[in-house]
């Protein structure tokens, strides 16, 4: 009789038949199911509309995976065929994996992503700080979405005061990556949030491609005021995450970054307050020991008193004795200048001033005569040079009846009359004859 098996030897057996005799195989399928494990491992299943199959791939091998897989996802694995031979499950072990069917979009993501990062927009060094209570928040999401409802409900929640401004665009199609550039650009000029918020619910690469946008993203990395993207779920990544100043993992997640939460504003406030308090009682305790300490080096007022008494009187004498010595020095003083006073001598002084007197009038005499003297001078002078002197010298002045004094025989004409004034009177003449002499040029 031959031997019998274990079930844990048989369920081996078959995972090395399995395991030796197929290679390793592409799949491609619908992932559901899963889970990951606090191990690392990732299980789930893969199906299409027909089968299933159990998968697992172990940390080892899911961190090369350059997405995190999600419901839905239409994926291809590369898996080796096997048995779980604990529950005697037929499973394939996944090596690797990629999105189906978004290849080419992949690619050309990862491509953007590169050409980004080369130009230094996704450095942490240019982004902004989010305002900590942002007075008006501002988001780009389409109206008709989950995320605008999450969004609107945590902000509520946190911070029923601060206004919100929602500026709608399509999150998803061929238009949506200029009306969320429009929406951007709207935000940007109206200036009326100190934040915005970029969110949409998640979905597929293809669903999210509009959020991959190269000139989305330039503007993005562009904008004048701080933008929070908080796209898909917590495993999708976008662009427009990597150019963002943060990345929130959900709408909800990016919403609870810019509000602050009044529950914790309370208890922020509330420990404050407890800290004045304290602060305060510290104060009055540090205030109440410095006031014994004044009460014990206090004197009792009856002694301030008979100090202050003293004081007067050695004041007052002092003030007496100041006194009597003032009246002595300006006594001495006065002594001093009465004995200095003489009588004035009135004898001296006119005897001097009638010699000033003399001594004038001697000067004033000289000083006349004097003037006599040049005053004659000055007349004798003149009297040499005058007209009448000349006359009296036997000269005469010769001229026509209108005054004009002649000077040349060559100025009157035969018939003229003329007039001829002497030292004493004059005579009236006519010119009978004319005898002109030629003027000497003097050289």
Known sequence: MRDFLTVSQLNRMVAGLLERNLPVLGVQGE??????????????????????????????????????????????????????????????????????????????????????QREGLFEAGRKRPLPPSPATIGIVTSPRGAALRDVLATLRRRAPGIPVVVYPSAVQGADAPMQLLAALRRAFERRECQVLLLVRGGGSIEDLWAFNDEVLARAIADAPIPVVSGIGHETDFTIADFVADVRAATPTAAAE??????????????????RLQHAMMRTLERAGQRFDSSVRLLRPPSALWRDRARRTAMLAQR???????????????????????????????????????????????????????????????????????????????????????????????????????????????????????????DR
């Open 31 to 116: 992932v559901s199911n899963l889970m990951r494990a606090g191990s690392g491992h990732w299980y789930f299943s893969l199906k299409d509309a027909g089968a299933q199959v159990r998968c697992v791939m172990f940390r080892g091998r899911n961190r090369f995976v350059e997405f995190a897989p999600r419901e839905g996802d239409h994926v291809e694995v590369r898996a080796l065929a096997s048995l779980y031979e604990g529950r005697g499950e037929f499973q394939l072990i996944v090596e690797a994996m990629r999105r189906a069917g978004d290849g080419e979009l992949y690619r050309r993501f990862l491509a953007l992503k590169t050409a980004l």
């Open 319 to 441: 003030l007496a004795s100041a006194e009597a010595s003032q009246r002595l020095r300006r006594s001495a003083a006065l002594e001093r200048l009465a004995a200095g006073l003489r009588a004035p001598r009135t004898e001296l002084a006119g005897q001097r001033l009638a010699a000033l007197e003399r001594r004038l009038a001697a000067a004033m005499r000289d000083r006349r005569e004097r003037a006599g003297q040049r005053l004659g001078a000055a007349a004798a002078a003149l009297e040499l040079v005058s007209p009448q002197a000349v006359l009296e010298r036997g000269y005469a002045i010769v001229g026509d009846r209108q005054g004009r004094v002649l000077r040349d025989a060559a100025q009157a004409v035969v018939g003229q009359s003329l007039t001829i004034r002497l030292a004493a009177g004059g005579l009236d003449a006519e010119v009978t004859a004319t005898r002109p002499e030629p003027r000497r040029v």
């Open 257 to 274: 970054l810019v509000a602050p939460d009044r529950r914790e504003l309370g208890r922020v406030a509330g420990r404050l307050t407890e």
